[in-house]
């Protein structure tokens, strides 16, 4: 979402070390990115089973997610391509090794994790509930948004964060 975020750390996983910010800041800097926080999706599940590389998730220039009203700035997608495609000029072929320590360094870890904690059941196929970045409830399986008569916040085992 938006144009500036290059994202080091998703749902409270660390994605790329210093030493990988280091090289990748001044292409940052060039197209208006910095290192950030965010809830993003995809890298981080990569990461979470163990992606022992540097990644990051990078803004690429749309708005409102998972809305009615969302939409793409078109200039903001050709900075991104531009930037990618920079980064891979410079560091395209180098290894940047990143071995994270997962959510230990996190110490405030809130109790619902976007795409990672189960917040209850589907009633349709009783697969486990999460919701998005946006803390709207899907059924992964299902592969719907989900409105709260469509599950029930009871689980058949222990609720894990
Ligand atoms: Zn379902």
Not at 21 to 33: A, H, I, Q, S, T
Not at 73 to 80: E, L, R, S, T
Not at 93 to 119: G, K, M, N, Q, Y
Request: net charge negative; proline share 7%.
């Amino acid at each position: 979402m938006g144009n500036k975020d290059f994202i080091q750390y998703g749902g409270y996983t660390e994605l790329f070390g210093p030493e990988f910010e280091d090289k990748v800041l001044p292409l940052l800097v060039k197209r208006g990115y910095e290192p950030s926080e965010g809830y993003l999706t995809d890298v981080v599940e990569l990461k979470e089973r163990g992606l022992d590389i540097a990644v990051a998730n990078i803004a690429c220039g749309y708005y409102n997610p998972h809305t009615d009203q969302e939409y793409v700035n078109i200039q903001d997608v050709i900075n991104c391509h531009a930037l990618v495609k920079e980064i891979i000029e410079k560091l395209g072929h180098e290894r940047h090794d990143h071995f994270p320590d997962w959510l230990s360094d996190f110490p405030d870890v809130p109790e619902i994790l976007p795409h990672i904690t189960s917040i209850g059941v589907c009633l349709d196929c009783e697969s486990e509930v999460k919701v998005d970045e946006m803390f709207h409830p899907y059924c992964p399986k299902c592969n719907t948004y989900l409105s709260d008569s469509e599950y029930t916040e009871e689980l058949p085992f222990d609720r894990v964060a």
